[in-house]
């Protein structure tokens, strides 16, 4: 198709090398997900974002060493996700989702070469589709099983239900199940599931992580994700609190399940709000960490945790107890942490952890924003949301990149430009939940932009309900209206609208213009908005959750899209950016791993189908591949369309040339 990968912007973590163990100091986390402590202690981590896997002590100071690297071949990973330890035997499972295969590590005594590793066996399902997340191994008279979560599996494009795969121990696959039945009610679908375990009945659970986006319930979504229990061939076993094989709880993005034995709990992470869920087996809820009402909330979160499992300090007490303590991954602070917790009084205390600083020039963490200062040269500008700063390029869109602070921002997540005259200004919205309903503090930033220096000029829009208030903004567009007026467009996401405000650099007045649509399911109605792009006849909205696109070219707004899978169609599942250029509209579609790009029409309207499609899941940064791709730009020149692209995962941006079929 016609798109080159031209550019990577962002710097990885390099691989680790002997002589080994060294210090965990600076060792470069990147969206770590799967953690497991083996007998003797140490603990292996899934370091996604750096397609390996490391092994440190159990105090985690030292790092062991480094298992495999970015590759195809046995013992190399393309975003290794999920840790199983085997129950008797010297051998850890891994999840190698970009590869889509499940390999099996023997394991010896780490030396001074690392841990020596052999590949007993790489397996998946006879099918070319699998992508592998969460896993769970059970071991009985039969011999081991393994349950994996197919994440993305599909038979039809529109019926979005994944799978669960077992496996026998030779990697055989035994059996799959798409949904959990139950005896009385209808059976509750699968999909997006991630994390697994299985309780002391040797049961199933299940992180049902996209239940509530994909699901439907009584004509409409559910909205909340929801932990299952099953039997090995996903028939639903009650719990006894809650007499349904669900857990009575409502959980926004539930990564991962355990079960705890020394604790005799079941623990959910949910990257939602940042909490740990605990239960009794039987189903009872037993607290969350931290408490939800709890003062300074927003400090005590946990940091995206995707992961938790036991964990063995060896400092246990004259008693023997150590309950209460846990290893937990923390995607947004690129963190394994080792824990104590206390669910009765709902607090937490950190033990140890290994954190991925990426604080230097050239390192994102969490680049999703992107925008283009247009006079002269172009110059990209990211938002580096972790590090609450920008980056950006050399004129002509030269690597490296280099930071400059946004001194008003607290975590930079969208941004958009404004050329009047011979000026340039530089948006910036800020994407952190508050604790309180309501508060003053601003969530839009507005700099003016001397050379590559932001000086701050105004902020609004205040966390709320109510006109001129936002709740979790992301994309923003810029409509010029004359020489010193603008209205910024902004994807109001947890409002479920589009707000707008008119902009005076002269007076240096902004008022409040006008909201657009509301939370639903029909035209004009939307469910977390995440962008939106104005074109010359028309406004274009990525209705995310919806699974579609939205535009309004003066005679109301007209749905296009459906869900479902397809990385050349129609179909979207969470449709999150958008760009014009050159009479195109570039469509980020998040879990087909997709740019899809649409000719608008006279009078502003889009086709139901795309006219080109372009992009490859994976981790491979050098090449370009997507795994979490975020806000898109585009920029028209003579020979296509530059297209750049955040990828707030990998953190690294990406420069495609694209030319029109």
């Known amino acids: 198709m016609p798109s080159i990968h031209q550019e990577t912007y962002g710097r990885r973590a390099p691989d680790l090398a002997p002589p080994f163990p060294r210090s965990a100091d600076g060792v470069g986390l990147s969206t770590p997900v799967g953690v497991v402590q083996d007998p003797a202690g140490r603990v292996w981590v899934a370091d996604a974002g750096n397609s390996r896997v490391l092994v440190f002590d159990r105090n985690l100071e030292r790092v062991f060493g480094q298992v495999g690297s970015f590759g195809t071949a046995p013992g190399e990973f393309d975003l290794p996700f999920r840790l199983a330890h085997h129950p008797s035997e010297s051998r850890v499972f891994v999840t190698d989702l970009g590869n889509a295969r499940v390999q099996e590590l023997a394991y010896g005594e780490p030396g001074e070469d690392g841990v020596p590793v052999t590949v007993e066996q790489t397996f998946g399902p006879t099918t070319d589709d699998f992508h592998p997340n969460g896993i769970a191994l059970a071991e009985d008279g039969d011999g081991l099983t393994v349950f994996v979560a197919d994440e993305f599996y599909h038979e039809d494009p529109e019926d979005t239900r994944s799978r669960i795969v077992v496996f026998d121990g030779d990697g055989r696959e035994t059996d799959s199940f798409r949904a959990v039945t139950r005896e009385y009610d209808d059976p509750i679908g699968l999909y997006w599931p991630q994390g697994l375990d299985t309780d002391p009945d040797g049961n199933l659970l299940v992180a049902n992580t996209g239940y509530g986006q994909q699901a439907s319930e009584h004509?409409?979504?559910p909205y909340y994700a929801n932990v299952v229990r099953c039997d090995r061939e996903g028939c639903g076993v009650p719990f006894p609190a809650t007499g349904t094989p669900v857990l009575d709880?409502?959980?926004?993005?539930?990564?991962?399940v355990s079960y705890l034995p020394d604790e005799e709990r079941i623990v959910v992470p949910d990257i939602g709000g940042g909490h740990l869920y605990a239960y009794s087996p039987d189903g009872d809820r037993r607290g969350e960490v931290p408490s939800v009402i709890a003062p300074d909330v927003e400090?005590?979160?946990?940091?995206?945790?995707?992961?938790?499992?036991?964990?063995?300090?060896?400092?246990?007490?004259p008693?023997?107890?150590?309950?209460?303590?846990?290893?937990?991954?923390?995607?947004l602070d690129h963190a394994v942490s080792a824990y104590r917790l206390r669910f009765v009084a709902e607090r937490k205390t950190q033990l140890g952890a290994v954190d991925g600083c990426r604080r230097q020039p050239g390192q994102f963490d969490y680049a999703s924003g992107s925008a283009v200062q247009r006079a002269g040269d172009p110059v990209l500008w990211v938002g580096d949301g972790g590090n609450e700063r920008a980056q950006h390029t050399g004129p002509g869109l030269e690597a490296p990149v280099s930071p400059?602070?946004?001194?008003?921002?607290?975590?930079?997540?969208?941004?958009?430009?404004w050329h009047p005259g011979d000026e340039t200004y530089l948006f910036a919205a800020d994407y952190t939940a508050e604790a309180d309903a309501f508060t003053d503090d601003h969530q839009l930033h507005c700099y003016r932009l001397d050379d590559r220096d932001p000086e701050h000029v105004t902020s609004f829009g205040g966390w709320g309900y109510f006109g001129g208030d936002v709740r979790l903004p992301r994309g923003m567009a810029v409509e010029p209206l004359d020489s010193d007026r603008c209205r910024l467009h902004v994807a109001d996401s947890l409002n479920g609208r589009v707000a707008s405000w008119?902009?005076?650099?002269?007076?240096?007045?902004?008022?409040?213009?006008?909201?657009?649509?509301?939370?639903?399911?029909?035209?004009?109605?939307?469910?977390l908005p995440s962008d939106v792009a104005i074109g010359p006849e028309a406004t274009y909205v990525a209705d995310r959750s919806n699974d579609r696109l939205q535009y309004d070219a003066g005679d109301g707004w007209q749905v296009v899209g459906t869900a479902g899978y397809g990385d050349d169609s129609g179909r979207f599942l969470l449709p999150t950016s958008l760009a014009l250029a050159d009479g195109y509209l570039f469509v980020v579609d998040l879990v087909n791993r997709a740019i899809k790009v649409f000719e608008t029409l006279p009078g502003g309207g889009i086709p139901d189908e795309p006219?080109?499609?372009f992009g490859t899941f994976g981790g491979q940064t050098a090449g370009g591949d997507l795994w979490f791709p975020a806000m898109v730009s585009a920029l028209a020149h003579d020979d296509g369309v530059t297209v750049l692209l955040p990828d707030s995962v990998l953190n690294v941006v990406y420069r495609y040339e694209w030319t029109a079929p």
């Open 299 to 317: 400090d005590r979160r946990f940091g995206a945790p995707m992961a938790v499992t036991g964990y063995d300090p060896g400092d246990a007490d």
């Open 219 to 221: 004509g409409r979504p």
């Open 319 to 331: 008693t023997g107890a150590i309950r209460g303590r846990v290893l937990v991954t923390e995607a």
């Open 404 to 417: 400059a602070d946004l001194t008003a921002n607290r975590f930079p997540a969208t941004l958009s430009t």
């Open 611 to 613: 006219v080109d499609a």
């Open 249 to 256: 709880d409502q959980f926004a993005i539930p990564r991962a």
């Open 502 to 527: 008119v902009i005076d650099r002269r007076t240096g007045a902004v008022e409040d213009h006008d909201t657009r649509g509301t939370f639903g399911h029909d035209a004009g109605e939307f469910w």
